[in-house]
Each structure stands twice: as structure tokens, then as C-alpha cells.
């Protein structure tokens, strides 16, 4: 099984009890930007990390609870300052979060330095031109749907 689900890594890079050993399934939860978001990047950063922090916590409870939707988050949750990784039925998630608000900020910024200049690289990869990207994949297989 994947490493999130409880199993050890397999050399082969094959599939595992249905769990492809490889790059997790991103996932974005886009924020939209308001005046209650603060007006420094490293304090949204702060609440990004605070908000995965909580849905995880609220994964763990009502698994501990036996809400029987949670029975199919299986394996650890790891949360890291950036993203959350956790096992949903056999497959590896990443969760992101995007904050407009939060590339708004770095955009206005006269005098970047080189790592808000930098973050501003990675965010606007990330969450602009991934969501890009998949907007225009999708609306292709749309279009012109398989037989």
C-alpha cells in the first residue's frame, strides 16, 4: 500500500492493493479574497497552515466518532505548512489552499525581495497556470468527448 496508507514503498512503482506508488492527486481549495484576510503574506501563510491543521482535526474526530463517511480516509494525515496529504479510498490527496488575497498581496509589492519574488513564481505555477491547465483539459474533453 502507499506510504500514507500505513504500507512501505515498493521498488517496482506498481500498484499496491489499489494505490498507485507515485506523485499524490492534487487538490485546490481556492479562498476567495476579502477584507478579513490579513494584509501580510507570511500571517496568511499562518492561516493557510492553521486551516489544513483544522480540517484535519475534524477528519480525525469524526473518524474517532465513527461518522461512517470517514471510513474511507484511510491511513495517516500529514499536514505540512504548505499542504495536506491523506489517504481517501486507496488513492494518495494533497490538499492545497489558495488565497487570492495572498498572490494580490505579492503582485502589489514595489520591492519584492528575491523570496517573495520567488513565492510569487511558485504560487502563480501552482494555482494559476495548474488551474489553467486543467480548465483547459477539461473543456477539450468536453468538446470532443471519447467513444
Known amino acids: 500500500a502507499h506510504p500514507l496508507l500505513g504500507g512501505k514503498k515498493r521498488a517496482s512503482g506498481g500498484k499496491a492493493a489499489g494505490v498507485t506508488n507515485g506523485s499524490p492527486i492534487l487538490v485546490q481549495i481556492r479562498l476567495e479574497g476579502n477584507s478579513k484576510w490579513p494584509n501580510d503574506v507570511k500571517a496568511i501563510s499562518a492561516a493557510k497552515c492553521a486551516l489544513l491543521i483544522q480540517l484535519a482535526e475534524g477528519i480525525e474526530t469524526m473518524k474517532r466518532n465513527g461518522a461512517s463517511v470517514c471510513s474511507a480516509f ?33 503582485n502589489s509589492l514595489r520591492k519584492p525581495t528575491t523570496e517573495a519574488l520567488e513565492l510569487r513564481k511558485v504560487l502563480t505555477k501552482r494555482h494559476i497556470t495548474s488551474a489553467l491547465h486543467h480548465s483547459t483539459v477539461h473543456s477539450v474533453n468536453t468538446q470532443y468527448p471519447s467513444a
Request: aromatic share 12%; charged share 20%; hydrophobic share 40%.
Open 74 to 106: 484511510d491511513g495517516p494525515i500529514h499536514v505540512t505548512p504548505g499542504y495536506m496529504d491523506v489517504g481517501y479510498m486507496g488513492y494518495s490527496w494533497r490538499i492545497m489552499i489558495r488565497a487570492d488575497q495572498e498572490l494580490k498581496l505579492l
